[in-house]
């Protein structure tokens, strides 16, 4: 965590439709302890993030992969995601970027800074207030092939007027 010990650090589980609403979540688990936090998320930033988790390239640059080039054509490199806070059930976060040695804070929707992280390698954290106010524990782990195949079929019903339309749930 070198600098922000009050940070927990955090990795991406999967992404996941919540039944039976079939609303896309991101999933995320602390990386020394239990809990784990999900994210609601709007279906564009959900194929965002799986894609990106299943290493998919696509023909042309999805948004995070422009963003990525952008920021490595600046110079910049994405220190750390973080998770800052929950307000009236919407979850905030920050881009840390390092521009030419100073440090800069960007405000993000958790799911557009999940998305960049996945693509970088960027560690993403909460702050312990988020995971103390939202988290979970989930006691079985749910069967992967099984919610994959879920989130699939969900993707197969997706169409091009879903990514133009608003900015998602978080």
Partial sequence: MDGHPDL????????RLELPSNQPIVLLKELDGDRYLPIWIGAPEATSI???LEKVTTPRPLTHDLLRSVIDVLGAVASRVVITEMRDSIFFADITFDAQGKEVAVSSRPSDAIALAVRTGTPIFASPAVLDEAAVIIEEEVDQEEELARFR???SDVTVEDFLGGEGDD
């Avoid at 927990?8 to 992404?15: F, G, I, M």
């Fill in 8 to 15: 927990v650090p955090l990795r991406v589980v999967d992404v």
């Fill in 50 to 52: 799986a894609t990106a």
């Fill in 153 to 155: 079929e969900f993707l």
